[in-house]
């Protein structure tokens, strides 16, 4: 089969990978993919929102499976518009793909079909929130309604910082259009993990669990970002709350889409929280997390394909979905700055040694190739993913391979998997 992978971070880097090793994989590509994907596939310089030349790509080179990896094309309409050229896509519809597309929808869907979450009011009106928020307790969470790269999320302790949170969000428009609609959210406590899920509209398959850490700084300071680290599994999430999850949250997601005649076919990432009053949903995504896939994968013992294959079909309950009785841990190397302003273009050294490295991968995502060389292209520029018999080893095995890799500003937490 000739494969076309859609993005260009570590996801998009760790699903090429997984997919390499599939025997039914003779061929991939990757559009517009980064400098360490093309390792593993044939970049094609299209970007990821441009749907006419992705498909006219598809049908010219006669690609069998398209796999779209990001947010933005999903919730775009990407696989409405490759299913109506007959194209095979994995990735659900722009109809389903709305649960990460708007937070008001999702949240509005949990409240509906009774799926445990915070509890939160949705405004469009600046002048209505800040009156709401005046009269609220703290601390309290403001979501953009929209896409907003995993960073539209702010966490306020009292009145002047929400006041401030909600000028940013919905007056400055940081997050541009997505903060239109604001979620005013509960403020929760408990620990944090996340659980993605293979789905096939009526099937759902829940991965391997992990736990991510946003802050840009060591102790859950500084600023959320994409992501600087994740581990599988995650310390607290026993097989009794798996069960809890299924009957609960998991399944009741895939039917409530389905009940609102919005089947879901692709992967549903389901951002948990362990409360002391139980489990509850954070925000639901419409695709593998990054870096979240980057520990996850590695773990998947099955065919990646197979699955991917299954999810379309709608045969996801023919699959038996296997996984290593192993620990991983993925530690992110960022630019100096990141998220905010950051200089590109240093060269990577060290690459070669951390890949040859027993129980090592490396992964890239903001990375680019000058003059023979790797050098910096981005925020999140690489991750370091380490495997062990046990999480334990599988944090100490990450680190060393930090250690052999090096750039100018290289910036990474030294506590992922620690907490």
Same mark, same amino acid.
């Given at each position: 089969?000739?494969?076309?992978?859609?993005?260009?971070?570590?996801?998009?880097?760790?699903?090429?990978?997984?997919?390499?090793?599939?025997?039914?994989?003779?061929?991939?590509?990757?559009?517009?993919?980064?400098?360490?994907?093309?390792?593993?596939?044939?970049?094609?310089?299209?970007? @990821?929102? $441009?749907?006419? %030349?992705?498909?006219? !790509?598809?049908?010219?080179? +006669?690609? *069998?499976?398209?796999?779209? =990896?990001?947010?933005?094309?999903?919730?775009?309409?990407?696989?409405?518009?490759?299913?109506?050229?007959?194209?095979?896509?994995?990735?659900?519809?722009?109809?389903?793909?709305?649960?990460?597309?708007?937070?008001?929808?999702?949240?509005?869907?949990?409240?509906?079909?009774?799926?445990?979450?915070?509890?939160?009011?949705?405004?469009?009106?600046?002048?209505? @929130?800040? $009156?709401?928020? %005046?009269?609220?307790? !703290?601390?309290?969470?403001? +979501?953009? *309604?929209?896409?907003?790269? =995993?960073?539209?999320?702010?966490?306020?302790?009292?009145?002047?910082?929400?006041?401030?949170?909600?000028?940013?969000?919905?007056?400055?428009?940081?997050?541009?259009?997505?903060?239109?609609?604001?979620?005013?959210?509960?403020?929760?406590?408990?620990?944090?993990?996340?659980?993605?899920?293979?789905?096939?509209?009526?099937?759902?398959?829940?991965?391997?669990? @992990?736990?991510?850490?946003?802050?840009?700084?060591?102790?859950?300071?500084?600023?959320?970002?994409?992501?600087?680290?994740?581990?599988?599994?995650?310390?607290?999430?026993?097989?009794?709350?798996?069960?809890?999850?299924?009957?609960?949250?998991?399944?009741?997601?895939?039917?409530?889409?389905?009940?609102?005649?919005?089947?879901?076919?692709?992967?549903?990432?389901?951002?948990?929280?362990?409360?002391?009053?139980?489990?509850?949903?954070?925000?639901?995504?419409?695709?593998?997390?990054?870096?979240?896939?980057?520990?996850?994968?590695?773990?998947?013992?099955?065919?990646?394909?197979?699955?991917?294959?299954?999810?379309?079909?709608?045969?996801?309950?023919?699959?038996?979905?296997?996984?290593?009785?192993?620990?991983?841990?993925?530690?992110?190397?960022?630019?100096?700055?990141?998220?905010?302003?950051?200089?590109?273009?240093?060269?990577?050294?060290?690459?070669?040694?951390?890949?040859?490295?027993?129980?090592?991968?490396?992964?890239?995502?903001?990375?680019?190739?000058?003059?023979?060389?790797?050098?910096?292209?981005?925020?999140?520029?690489?991750?370091?993913?380490?495997?062990?018999?046990?999480?334990?080893?599988?944090?100490?095995?990450?680190?060393?391979?930090?250690?052999?890799?090096?750039?100018?500003?290289?910036?990474?937490?030294?506590?992922?998997?620690?907490?």
């Amino acid at each position: 089969m000739k494969v076309l992978v859609v993005g260009s971070g570590g996801r998009e880097h760790a699903i090429c990978w997984k997919l390499s090793q599939s025997p039914k994989v003779d061929k991939i590509y990757c559009a517009p993919g980064n400098a360490g994907i093309g390792q593993t596939a044939e970049l094609v310089p299209i970007g @990821a929102m $441009e749907f006419d %030349k992705l498909i006219d !790509f598809a049908k010219s080179e +006669k690609i *069998d499976f398209t796999v779209i =990896g990001m947010d933005d094309p999903l919730v775009g309409g990407i696989v409405d518009r490759f299913e109506a050229e007959g194209l095979k896509v994995f990735g659900p519809r722009a109809n389903a793909a709305i649960i990460e597309g708007s937070k008001a929808f999702s949240k509005e869907l949990m409240k509906k079909y009774n799926i445990p979450t915070a509890a939160y009011e949705t405004f469009d009106s600046y002048e209505r @929130a800040l $009156e709401y928020i %005046k009269k609220g307790s !703290f601390p309290v969470v403001l +979501k953009a *309604d929209g896409l907003a790269l =995993g960073k539209g999320v702010l966490i306020c302790n009292d009145l002047e910082e929400a006041e401030a949170g909600l000028k940013t969000i919905m007056v400055d428009k940081k997050f541009g259009e997505s903060g239109n609609k604001i979620v005013i959210e509960e403020f929760l406590t408990g620990q944090e993990m996340s659980v993605l899920s293979f789905c096939d509209g009526k099937t759902i398959v829940p991965m391997v669990s @992990a736990q991510d850490h946003k802050r840009a700084y060591d102790g859950d300071k500084g600023l959320n970002t994409g992501g600087m680290g994740t581990f599988s599994p995650s310390r607290v999430y026993t097989d009794e709350l798996a069960d809890e999850c299924m009957k609960t949250i998991y399944q009741p997601t895939v039917d409530a889409l389905q009940k609102e005649g919005r089947p879901f076919k692709g992967i549903i990432f389901f951002g948990l929280m362990l409360t002391p009053k139980g489990m509850r949903v954070i925000e639901y995504n419409a695709r593998f997390g990054d870096p979240e896939t980057q520990v996850v994968l590695p773990r998947l013992k099955t065919d990646l394909m197979e699955i991917f294959e299954a999810c379309v079909e709608g045969t996801l309950d023919k699959i038996n979905v296997e996984w290593e009785d192993s620990g991983t841990a993925c530690v992110v190397l960022a630019s100096g700055g990141y998220p905010e302003s950051y200089t590109k273009g240093y060269e990577i050294t060290g690459l070669e040694a951390a890949e040859k490295a027993d129980n090592i991968i490396v992964f890239h995502a903001g990375t680019a190739l000058k003059d023979g060389k790797f050098v910096t292209n981005g925020g999140r520029v690489l991750g370091i993913t380490g495997i062990g018999k046990d999480l334990d080893e599988a944090i100490r095995t990450a680190y060393k391979g930090v250690e052999l890799v090096d750039f100018k500003d290289k910036h990474f937490r030294k506590d992922i998997g620690i907490k």
